[in-house]
T-cell receptor
Framework: LAKTTQPISMDSYEGQEVNITCSHN???????ITWYQQFPSQGPRFIIQ???TKVTNEVASLFIPADRKSSTLSLPRVSLSDTAVYYC???????????FGSGTQLTVLP | EAGVTQFPSHSVIEKGQTVTLRCDPI?????LYWYRRVMGKEIKFLLH????????ESGMPNNRFLAERTGGTYSTLKVQPAELEDSGVYFC????????????FGPGTRLTVT
């Protein structure tokens, strides 16, 4: 399983764009990159998933360079309610289980 | 659409007792997963059901844990007998048959073993 490394914590201010980068140097050819968000006392919530280049949905964008050894989750114009833990996951195309790391605690300040 | 529900939300039991956790997945989701976070560590996979069949139970810590999914609907996770190190939050998740890594998690059951 590819190991992921992401910052333990990040602070931002309301209205700013936040970029959280995750490194996964030993990602395999059939691995996908997925990001989850977790609020206190709740289960993780799927944000976005990608394989290469750029993926965008109504919540975030995911940038994956050509070598796929890292990925960046971009949250546009964050608000206080975006304060949460963000997990970067790398999962094999053949495996169903999710492998969580330590995540990044994002704190949005007023 | 109702989300994944788990019952109870919190359970406090004594070491040696038995506890049964329940998970109701989203209707139509064939895949059901159990995860847990213990002692402030990372969330770890326990097992995966496809309908009523156990697809992968490689994460089950030992034979004190028994998971069932009768009829392919709700699932139960029984811990018998409970030990102190079983304390933590147990999450259930479900996904559609073709859902690749987009799993819908319940709020979790916080288990405290004293």
């Amino acid at each position: 399983l590819a190991k992921t490394t992401q910052p333990i914590s990040m602070d931002s201010y309301e209205g700013q764009e936040v970029n959280i980068t995750c490194s996964h140097n030993n990602i395999a050819t059939n691995d996908y990159i997925t990001w989850y968000q977790q609020f206190p006392s709740q289960g993780p919530r799927f944000i976005i998933q990608g394989y290469k280049t750029k993926v965008t949905n109504e919540v975030a964008s995911l940038f994956i360079p050509a070598d796929r050894k890292s990925s960046t989750l971009s949250l546009p114009r964050v608000s206080l309610s975006d304060t949460a833990v963000y997990y970067c996951l790398v999962n094999s195309g053949s495996a169903r289980q999710l492998t969580f790391g330590s995540g990044t605690q994002l704190t949005v300040l007023p | 659409e109702a989300g994944v529900t788990q019952f109870p939300s919190h359970s406090v039991i004594e070491k040696g007792q038995t506890v049964t956790l329940r998970c109701d997945p989203i209707s139509g989701h064939d895949n059901l997963y159990w995860y847990r976070r213990v002692m402030g560590k990372e969330i770890k996979f326990l097992l995966h059901f496809v309908k009523e069949s156990k697809q992968d139970e490689s994460g089950m810590p030992n034979n004190r844990f028994l998971a069932e999914r009768t009829g392919g609907t709700y699932s139960t996770l029984k811990v018998q007998p409970a030990e102190l190190e079983d304390s933590g939050v147990y999450f259930c998740a479900s996904s559609q048959p073709g859902g690749l890594y987009e799993q819908y998690f319940g709020p979790g059951t916080r288990l405290t073993v004293t």
